[in-house]
DNA sequence: ACCTGAACACCGTTCAAGT
DNA sequence: ACCTGAACACCGTTCAAGT
């Protein structure tokens, strides 16, 4: 079988193989992707031009599937809502992140979220000067928030006394109640903040 | 040369080989470091038992270097020092990331250092059953702004027309500038929201 | 046009051989 | 005790060969 009739890959299937890899924790290489497929390694090349085009079609399919709905409802509500998705998306595919936030974004898809998101808080008065400033606040966020999730069941496990930490370790909740515990605080503080500096900013 | 009368290799000598190449964006694997010891990477399994444990020194080592001095002072201005050196620090080593949040944290130093930010915000006067929160939502967040760090000098780059963010683009800082000034403002509005909840609490 | 197989330079790890 | 060299199963990438 050197040449089938009806294409076995494409770029669409081989991004959607490693982000399915990636969301299982699995490691998301060419080969790991060819052996998904069931294909030869060497046959990615006729449809991709290496790891990092894949990458790219990674990123492009993710903000699809993680988009918020930008139907209009109060700015808060929309930046609590990507704040979530965000979040979700950053903990279902860790090892991505380094690869996410290493590389200029210039998939349309995702400019076009960043653009969308960007739009809604001019609109609702932040200062045109600081709009970027609150998205990267948002999206450090997001990334810091996500990879939290991701941790460990124990993010701390002491071996030898402690003034404070292993007293409150025993008292408090542990995987995934710890880690949604954390993000309300952490939304919760962030919007605090940006309504706060909003009504100041508005006087 | 089959065994030195002086050891060319120890624990600590391949940590620290491993994070220079770290900090350098550089690849830091067994063979790399082995390379830079000007040894063979066999020879790193007399002293260490693989990958996994070479990352954990590295943790360690790591930790060392980025602590922060616990001289009596009010609690947010040791919040806000060690928000920065974390921030820095992942920033340094944004590849180790993944890795560091992957594994439960164990290591005597960490602990300790974990123990004493814990020991801080209960004195402050912080309510017991959120202290562990808080301190995870400053880890969160210096993740995030760690990795912010160490993004392209460009986050952005849109190839077609925008509603909003093309023009903010045009008037924005880029590289460091732009990123110092998103950490400014995210732990601006991260400590006053921690100050307004702790005089809330205390009346 | 598109899949294969062989080849290359990498990677982490094991282990017998040397001192 | 500690470094080496050969070996193994991996990895990403190239390219000539096949249809």
């Known amino acids: 079988m050197a040449r089938p009739s009806t294409p076995l890959l494409s770029p669409a299937l081989i991004g959607d193989a490693g982000l399915e890899l990636a969301r299982a924790g699995r490691a998301f290489g060419v080969n790991a992707i060819a052996r998904e497929l069931g294909v030869r390694p060497s046959s990615l090349y006729n449809h991709v031009d290496g790891l990092d085009e894949i990458v790219e079609l990674m990123r492009g399919r993710l903000i699809t599937s993680y988009r918020v709905d930008p139907s209009p409802r109060p700015w808060d509500a929309y930046v609590r809502a990507a704040l979530h998705a965000h979040r979700r998306m950053y903990a279902d595919h860790p ?24 739009t809604v808080l001019v609109e609702a008065g932040f200062p045109e000067d600081e709009v970027l400033t609150v998205i990267a606040v948002m999206d450090a966020f997001a990334i810091g928030f996500g990879l939290d999730l991701a941790s460990p069941d124990d993010v701390w496990r002491p071996s030898e006394d402690t003034r404070t930490l292993g007293r409150l370790l025993d008292e408090a909740e542990r995987g995934d109640a710890r880690a949604d515990r954390t993000f309300e605080l952490g ?3 962030l919007l605090d903040s940006l309504r706060a500096r909003l009504a100041r900013g508005a006087d």
């Open 95 to 118: 090892t991505l992140v380094p690869l996410l936030i290493g590389k200029t974004i210039t998939h349309p898809l995702v400019i076009e979220a960043y653009d969308e998101l960007a």
């Open 187 to 189: 939304s919760t503080l």
